[in-house]
């Protein structure tokens, strides 16, 4: 099972064993960052592995190799003589381990460090991008066979993430740790068992003079508690989200929680891609059981998709990905996760006869009109591109039309509820129009009987479902949609129902 490292970073031995104290729990490894120390400090390693009472890497980064330290390689050689210096019987008063970096040839330190028991893990770093040769490299990088090889590339798409993963299973039996640096590679960190790494390195990245030791780096209670590191073995079955940018998704959150509480042994991580076709050359790779499909892959993942269900095939979109015999199979919970939430908003068992406007014709609007469709409702959808709106109203016999005002007087026919399912209004989108409202439809005027809905949640209440409320709506935004569809999902990768049971406990935070 991969071991959990905790990077020390602080500039002082003390402060390094302030954090560990308070990780100890955690980890299985400390890595002593000796390039992050003060200038004095550095003097005092020896003693660190007895007072951090837990096996410790010494490690003296170089610039160069996206650390710390700028002097020469004479000045590095005598910390690390140094710090092994005066070895002890009791190993485990003497470094457990020592980085040397490939192009570092130091025999006589090597030799005491073996003698007394410190192992090398011998590093190569490339903190620019990814190298073409990893497979040669991992085969010949070691002095001699009982080094551990360390290889920390920065993954500047998914395809360096993929030529790491496959470099390293070509040597399923060497002792290794594999690393994917930045966003790209997140999930070579969480996923160090399925990257067949001898351990995976952390960070305590909510002490404030504890910085990232390395890009990428997940926080060490989050890779405890929310991934559940330690409980990760090859037996561990592998879920995640796929996207892009993907730069913050609360779904690990949700289902690891379930799966927790509910004695699953697996595990949900984020799976940043820029490239689906590479991603899922890795989820084939890692054994990935099931996927969260979200921007912009939604249709990308269709032709990869050896069947899928009617709810894809009529949405054109597939937002959830499961493992099959033949390949992976499809299907759209985002359909159902919105009729449900619909129907619980209104407390009526179907919305047959009831008018609806769905403003936004993309591929939400496209889940909802399919839902609408089949709850038997009347509608008429609104797109700012006109010729999408009638593209998609065309599937179901709907009314359609675009967004100037002649079009929006058709709505006093279709207000007995409004979706919202565009982008406009969405944190950080304030790109509606010169009157710097983020609002869809700023020229229509609510009479106050709408039932309204807008599928956005961040932020919670956006400008055009506030003016909703104050006409006096009822009103409800998309987080309950996020949830049934996600409770979808889950039954769909597990093939039982969702516990609910759990709901109260699990949530997507930050949304
Ligand atoms: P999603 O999958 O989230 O629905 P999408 O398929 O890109 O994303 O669709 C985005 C929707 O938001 C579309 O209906 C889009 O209108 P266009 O088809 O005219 O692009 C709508 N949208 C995005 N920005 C908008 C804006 N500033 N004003 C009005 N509609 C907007």
Redesign the pocket.
Known sequence: MAKMCLCLTANTLQRNLEILNKYRKYVDVAELRVDCLEPDERLLIRRFPEQANIPVILTIRRDIDGGAFIGGDGARIGLMARGLAYAEADRRRNFAYLDLEEDLSVPSLEEAARTFGTRIIRSYHNTKGTDADLSVKIRSMRHSEDEIVKIAVTANSTKDVLNLLRAGKEYPDQEKILIAMGHYGVYSRILAEQFGSFLSYTSALSEPDSPSAAPGQVDVRQMASLYRFRNITDATKVYGVVGFPLKATSSPHFFNTVFELEGINAVYVPFPADSITDFMKIAHELNVEGLSVT?PY?EAVIPFLSSQSSEVQSIGACNTVSRCAQGWMGTNTDARGFSDSLLAFLHKPNIKRKRVTVI??????RAVAFALYHLGAKVLIL???AH?ARRLAGLYKFAWGGMADREIEMMDKYRDIIVQ????GMDGNN??DASGFSD?LPMYNFCGKEEVIDLIYKPEMTVFLQRAADAGCRVQNGYDMLIRQARYQYAWFMGKEFPEHLLTRVQFPGT
């Open positions: 921007v939604k936004g014709a993309g591929g939400v609007a797109n700012r591109t999408k399912t565009t982008s406009v790109t509606n869809p």
